[in-house]
């Protein structure tokens, strides 16, 4: 393996992080055999989840901060740092290879400089780690620290320590095909070990992560990725058949066909903003033979008026609930983006409720554990609706709020989302 390349890999995807854009690690890459990519994206994921961390670390060993327009200089810091404080590289072989990812960047500019902090950081190491803040330590922004804190003190430790290590990977069995427990027994005759989820019933987790090339029957349909925490959201309806049901905010599809899997007779419409991302709604409705009727969000659908049964509302929030399988949202949320998410939130919700028919029901679901964007938002919009009234989530899961149900993130278990049910008179 040729370790300069996954390096670079990993420098430019956190770079991008940097200039602020979230990222997938997978996009930067390309070219890279199956052994370079697993360093990658261990390098690429780990600086990226530990970037508040490193950053403290970074900005003591620094006289004045890195130019935005030096962010690879920055990024390679940063991964340098990573491989001291967390990968089994040899401290010389870590700054070394920074070094020379500076040279191959034809940034010999900052040659002196990256030495120069790493081989301190070897020195001071010590000092350097009692000077990081609490919120620093924990590898979380000081906002998000302080809210997790505030919001969830019993809690808060085991939400940090969720946040700071990746989830499980986990399965949802498709019933038309397998059980869970049926589906499983296949696994374990492949040596692909699992735990059927308590949470929810189509669901295995994996007691390690493989490609879905390994699982039997993926492309037939047999089966989908999708954390336990968000195939609840299909347990909270009971559709009839022939009954409509719309999902507003589908992309990427997988609540939709979870629930189309398991209400084969009922209608289905997916909908979304965005085209791109519709276009891995229909990839899956196609993979798993299911029957959606997916449709680009437009004008015209303004003017419904009770049209739907169901509705489900799986809004855009700050996904402070599923930081472990999105760490660069550490680094690019702003504690003033859950005022943003509210109004957003709140508005989508006002669109929705002309479109449910009398009788019906909404399931408003975020994956935040932030008041603001949960009950805060459910409250304001019971204000202004009198037609609308808590329909109670009657589960012994999570936790009861005053009008949802919370699941927090979990080392071993499921992401943190929020549910909360809504009747309309």
Known sequence: MNPSIARLSAVRAVSQVLTGHAIRVSDFDQGLDPQQKAFAHQLAQGTINALPRLSGLLNQLLSKPIKPKEAEVHAILLTGLYQIEYMRTPDHAAVNESVNLAKKLKKTWAIKLINGCLRRFLREQDTLRANLTTAAEAAHSEWMYQMVVAQWPERAAEIIDANNHAGPLCLRVNPRHHSAGDYLQTLRSMDIDGTLSELAPECIRLHQACSVEKLPGFEKGWVSIQDEAAQVAA?????????????????????????????????????????????KVRESAERLGLNIDIQELSQAQDNERECFDHILADVPCSGSGVVRRHPDIKTLRLASDLAQFHAQQLQILQNLWPKLKPGGTLLYVTCSIFEQENDQTIRLFLQQETQASIQAINKSWGYATEFGRQLIPQRDGSDGLYFCRVQKA
Request: glycine share 4%; aromatic share 8%.
């Open 235 to 279: 347990q909270l309806f009971a559709i009839e058949p022939k009954q409509k049901v719309l999902d507003a905010c589908s992309a990427p599809g997988g609540k939709t066909c979870h629930l189309a899997e398991l209400y084969p007779d009922a209608y289905f419409v997916a909908r979304d903003i965005n085209s791109e991302r519709l276009l």
